[in-house]
């Protein structure tokens, strides 16, 4: 059985278009549970309305990606669910995108996760994620493979990711009973991270099924890369995550955190909303240092 699990804020057109592709694909899962994170657009309602045959669960406030996605995750297993299709709602899979998932995964004994080759929405025919390399002792990892570049052929072979992607991720059962959920502290972002190299330290594998076609219209939720929120979110939970998996001495981890602070300060110079995006890194920078997580506090 596979069960997918889309979570929505204030999502609404791009969530009825997500659950339109899962439920005509011809391998569509055998349930889909949609969370609902506290929406005031009124996404709960069209989503009964148009899909009745939808689970639907409402929480009264904004989970975060990791509480929102936990709630799903533990709703699938409690339907009996084999593999549970993590997807997000700003996303549209194409046919034989969940059927080449699981029959990877029945290839592949050791995998934590199978994730989709990712597409952007627009334009069209570009890669948005082919897999990524990531090494927590780096303050900087760089752009997801095949980023921006053609959809030519390049990545059509089933390769090893050093991460999996929570845009479009299946995740077989035993995983989630030995490795579990999301970490609900980080709230957004790198939350996928995290849960990667956490299941690579109980054995598992992450691997990119290219088969498997989703196409993304790109952190919708969060106002779009290089948004405010986004930096925020990136550059604190990167140093949590980066800073937990991998502890260097004294000079290391101040190298490390310099490092990516001063990418995200980049990103952020270039980004529509400069003084905005500055600031957000810097308050993201501080929490981090501060342990603060969760929701971030304005």
């Known amino acids: ?14 969530t009825l278009a997500c659950l339109a592709s899962l439920e005509s694909a011809p391998d569509r899962p ?3 549970v949609v969370v609902d994170n506290g929406s005031s657009d009124g996404t709960a309602e069209a989503v009964r309305e148009r899909f009745p045959g939808v689970e639907l669960l409402r929480s009264e406030e904004n989970l975060g990606f990791a509480g929102g996605n936990n709630l799903g995750l533990a709703r699938a297993r409690e339907l009996g669910a084999d593999h549970v299709l993590v997807l997000n ?8 995108a969940v059927r080449a998932l699981v029959e990877e995964a029945a290839r592949r004994p050791d995998a934590g996760s199978l994730g989709s080759k990712i597409l952007f929405a627009d334009p ?7 897999g990524a390399r990531f090494d927590p002792r780096s303050g900087y990892n760089g752009r997801q493979l095949g980023y921006r570049e053609p959809d030519d052929g390049r990545f059509d072979a089933v390769s090893e990711t050093d991460r999996a992607c929570g845009a479009a991720m299946l995740v077989p059962r035993a995983v989630l009973d030995a490795v579990g959920g999301f970490d609900e502290g980080l709230f957004l972002y790198s939350e996928d991270v995290e849960w990667s190299l956490r299941a690579r330290r109980a054995g598992y594998r992450h691997y990119v099924v290219p088969a498997s076609v989703v196409r993304h219209h790109v952190s919708a939720a969060g ?10 979110y990136g550059v604190r939970n990167t140093l949590v995550v980066c800073e937990r998996y991998a502890p260097l001495g004294p000079v290391g981890t101040w190298r490390r955190r310099l490092v990516l602070l001063g990418a995200h300060l980049v990103q952020a110079l270039r980004s529509p909303r400069r003084t905005a995006g500055v600031r957000a890194v810097l308050s993201g920078f501080r929490d981090a240092l501060r342990g603060r997580l969760g929701p971030r506090s304005i």
């Open 30 to 32: 055998d349930a889909i």
């Open 223 to 232: 106002g779009g890369e290089g948004s405010p929120l986004t930096l925020y």
């Open 89 to 96: 709602n700003d996303a549209e899979v194409e046919a034989g």
């Open 1 to 14: 059985m596979v069960a997918a699990v889309v979570l929505t804020w204030n999502g609404r057109e791009d």
């Open 124 to 130: 069209p025919g570009l890669i948005w994620f082919a």
